[in-house]
């Protein structure tokens, strides 16, 4: 069965340093998802993607972030200047169609990203 | 805004027995999806079950059925003949009817007993 797929699996990086996450959507996909999660707390959406364009965005989501598909399997979260504050566990996902609704989106494994 | 509210942050339940899992939550809108995804251990979130607010029927998955009471903006997860593959994190989540954002509460830890 196809699966999205993450890397790293863990991610350890100083204070102030760039950071990119990849994931690798199921290949039918058209929409992709970053959510993170700070340990203890809720799952938390950032962006959502389609069509080379952010289609929604959190308000977590501010300039230190971006997204890129940069051919067409990979799909990247970016944190141009990381904080302690960004350590978390980082979810990327897909679906085919863009309601939440409307459709299954599938996760990773994630990506934890430890901020020193 | 929306929100969701998961008040049990850890259950465990024999194998084989039944287990109710709580959520609640809040929006104004009156079409809407709600969810609960599992994730075991060091594995992917999936899709357990999805229930439509417009549809009055409860879902059901195989032992999986949910209690949604849309009045009272409750939506349980009842897992029966519990098995040790049932032991996980259990998120419940929402989404509005345009958007593809998903809303998750804090989650609740299961753990199935042999």
């Known amino acids: 069965e196809p699966e999205v797929t993450q890397t790293p699996s863990h991610q350890v990086t100083q204070m102030g340093q760039e950071v990119i996450l990849r994931c690798v959507p199921i290949?039918?996909?058209?929409?992709f998802y970053w959510y993170r999660q700070i340990l203890g707390q809720k799952v938390e959406f950032l962006v959502s993607f389609y069509n080379n364009e952010i289609s929604e965005k959190s308000e977590i989501f501010d300039d230190q972030f971006s997204v890129e598909r940069p051919d067409g399997s990979n799909f990247t979260l970016k944190i141009r200047s990381t904080k302690l504050e960004d350590s978390a566990m980082y979810f990327c996902?897909?679906?085919?169609?863009?309601?939440?609704?409307?459709?299954?989106?599938?996760f990773g494994p994630g990506t934890r990203l430890t901020v020193l | 805004a929306q929100t969701v509210t998961q008040s049990q942050p850890e259950m465990s339940v024999q194998e084989a027995e039944t287990v109710t899992l709580s959520c609640t939550y809040d929006?104004?809108?009156?079409?809407?999806?709600l969810f609960w995804y599992k994730q075991p251990p060091s594995r992917q979130m999936i899709l357990v079950i999805r229930q439509e607010a417009y549809k009055q029927q409860n879902a059901t998955e195989n032992r999986f059925s949910v209690n949604f009471q849309k009045a009272a903006k409750s939506f349980s997860l009842k897992i029966s003949d519990s098995q040790l593959g049932d032991t996980a994190m259990y998120f419940c989540?929402?989404?509005?009817?345009?958007?593809?954002?998903?809303?998750f509460g804090q989650g609740t830890t299961l753990q199935v007993k042999p």
């Open positions: 929006t104004s809108e009156n079409n809407y999806y």
């Open positions: 989540a929402f989404s509005g009817s345009n958007t593809g954002k998903l809303i």
């Open positions: 290949s039918n996909h058209l929409y």
């Open positions: 996902a897909s679906s085919e169609v863009a309601l939440a609704g409307a459709d299954t989106q599938y």
